[in-house]
C-alpha cells in the first residue's frame, strides 16, 4: 500500500538551533500537506505544497517539495520553545479524492 | 465557525460495551475522516466520506468498528464490542472541494477512548 514515512521520529534540540524533518513517500505524491501537533493536541494544517521543486517559506519554517514528488522536507531555523511538537507529512495520491497518507511523524523537543 | 465538533471529549468503558464516537464537521465541507492515534501504531486513517459516501474503508480495523454519516452534518463511529487494544485518540476531520482551503483538513480536538 501507499506509505510515508519521516525521518527522525525523534529530535532534541536546543534552542536555537536547526530542525530538519524528512519525508519519503513510496510513490509519487499529487501534493503534500504539513500538519503540526501539539502535546495533547490536534494535528493542524500548516501548508500544502503542488508543484514540483516547490519551495515555500513561513518566517522560520522552510517547506520544499522534490522535484520528483516523492518526498519534502521541513526546516526549522533557531528552533523556539513554541516549535515544540509533532510534525507530520501528508501525502496525497492520484484519485484519491481529498484523502491524504499521513506520514509517521518527527516528535521535536526544544531544550531551553 | 466552531470547527469539527467531537462528542464525548473523553470515554471510560469496559470491555465488552458499546461505543459510539460523535462528530459534527465544519459546515459546508464535503469530506470527512476519521482516524485514530496511538504510540505504537500513530495516526492511522480508518474510514472517509465524500458528500456522505463511505469511500474508503479498509482502515477499519474489523467487524466491530462501523461508521455512519446519515447527513452532511454529523458522523457516528461505533465499536461493538469494545476491546482494550481499542484504547487510543479517536480524531474526526473535515475538508472542503473549493476555496481557498480546499484539502486542507482541519481536525476536531479528539475523543480519548479508554477500554477497561
Known amino acids: 500500500g501507499q506509505q510515508v514515512m519521516q525521518i527522525p521520529q525523534y529530535q532534541h534540540v536546543q534552542e536555537g538551533e536547526d530542525f530538519t524533518t524528512y519525508c519519503n513517500s513510496s510513490t509519487t505524491l499529487s501534493n503534500i500537506q504539513w500538519y503540526k501537533q501539539r502535546p495533547g493536541g490536534h494535528p493542524v494544517f500548516l501548508i500544502q505544497?503542488?508543484?514540483?521543486?516547490e519551495v515555500k517559506k513561513q518566517k522560520r519554517l522552510t517547506f520544499q517539495f522534490g522535484e520528483a514528488k516523492k518526498n519534502s522536507s521541513l526546516h526549522i531555523t533557531a528552533t523556539q520553545t513554541t516549535d515544540v511538537g509533532t510534525y507530520f507529512c501528508a501525502g496525497r495520491h492520484s484519485g484519491g479524492y481529498q484523502k491524504v497518507t499521513f506520514g509517521t511523524g518527527t516528535k521535536l523537543q526544544v531544550i531551553p | 465557525d466552531a470547527g469539527v465538533i467531537q462528542s464525548p471529549r473523553h470515554e471510560v468503558t469496559e470491555m465488552g460495551q458499546e461505543v459510539t464516537l460523535r462528530c459534527k464537521p465544519i459546515s459546508g465541507h464535503n469530506s470527512l475522516f476519521w482516524y485514530r492515534q496511538t504510540m505504537m501504531r500513530g495516526l492511522e486513517l480508518l474510514i472517509y466520506f465524500n458528500n456522505n459516501v463511505p469511500i474508503d474503508d479498509s482502515g477499519m480495523p474489523e467487524d466491530r468498528f462501523s461508521a455512519k454519516m446519515p447527513n452532511a452534518s454529523f458522523s457516528t463511529l461505533k465499536i461493538q464490542p469494545s476491546e482494550p487494544r481499542d484504547s487510543a485518540v479517536y480524531f474526526c476531520a473535515s475538508s472542503g472541494a473549493i476555496g481557498p482551503s480546499y484539502n486542507e483538513q482541519f481536525f476536531g480536538p479528539g475523543t480519548r477512548l479508554t477500554v477497561l
Open positions: 505544497l503542488v508543484k514540483s521543486g
